[in-house]
T-cell receptor
Framework: EAQVTQNPRYLITVTGKKLTVTCSQN?????MSWYRQDPGLGLRQIYY???????DKGDVPEGYKVSRKEKRNFPLILESPSPNQTSLYFC???????????FGQGTRLTVV | DQQVKQNSPSLSVQEGRISILNCDYT??????FLWYKKYPAEGPTFLIS???IKDKNEDGRFTVFLNKSAKHLSLHIVPSQPGDSAVYFC????????????WGAGTKLIIKP
């Protein structure tokens, strides 16, 4: 089954404790991206990757890192999480940047 | 400064009637527009799209209309069904920004039986 898998689905952590949210797709898509969804703001892009070893900042990259060492995986790293990073996070992949995006089920992160 | 705006946070429609969801944008460089649907505890799923060179695109019960001069698009669902109850996001992109998707805040559609 074609899918985008994020883990974990839910995470509560403390300020400053490094964490990684994993994202994996099985559709051989080139383009992958991370979004955060906050009330009243829709989805905002954090980082995106056009292909392996190619990543770039989206609209709200501060406090986040990503890597794309292999095509299927695109982890999101928070080196020192802060409470303003409490949000719902979505990973997405698509064949190319301008084709239909497939989303993971989301990761609800709470930083206390 | 939101480039894509969905001014109605929620909309309630009787089953069988037409649902009309609206979206306005400010960036005239957008050349592709998409609608996504989102159920609770799931990621958004693609619904329908339209290129800026068209003014209408239809797919079954779903039709998207684009009015470029007004910078406005709308999604029509006819007839509305209970399974259509979800949050609908409008999104736009353009080639000059590496096709980065810019999203509206979403409209929660409730279909009443």
């Amino acid at each position: 089954e074609a899918q985008v898998t994020q883990n974990p689905r839910y995470l509560i952590t403390v300020t400053g404790k490094k964490l990684t949210v994993t994202c994996s797709q099985n559709m051989n898509h080139e383009y992958m991206s991370w979004y955060r969804q906050d009330p009243g703001l829709g989805l905002r892009q954090i980082y995106y990757s056009m292909n392996v070893e190619v990543t770039d900042k989206g609209d709200v990259p501060e406090g986040y890192k990503v890597s794309r060492k292999e095509k299927r995986n695109f982890p999101l790293i928070l080196e020192s999480p802060s409470p303003n990073q409490t949000s719902l996070y979505f990973c997405a992949s698509s064949l190319t940047a301008n084709t239909e995006a497939f989303f993971g089920q989301g990761t609800r992160l709470t930083v206390v | 400064d939101q480039q894509v705006k969905q001014n109605s946070p929620s909309l309630s429609v009787q089953e069988g009637r037409i649902s009309i969801l609206n979206c306005d944008y400010t960036n005239s460089m957008f050349d592709y527009f998409l609608w996504y649907k989102k159920y609770p505890a799931e990621g958004p799923t693609f619904l329908i799209s339209i290129s800026s060179i068209k003014d209408k695109n239809e797919d079954g019960r779903f039709t998207v209309f684009l009015n470029k001069s007004a910078k406005h698009l709308s999604l029509h669902i006819v007839p509305s069904q209970p399974g259509d109850s979800a949050v609908y996001f409008c999104a736009a992109q353009n080639m000059d920004s590496n096709y980065q998707l810019i999203w509206g805040a979403g409209t929660k559609l409730i279909i009443k039986p």
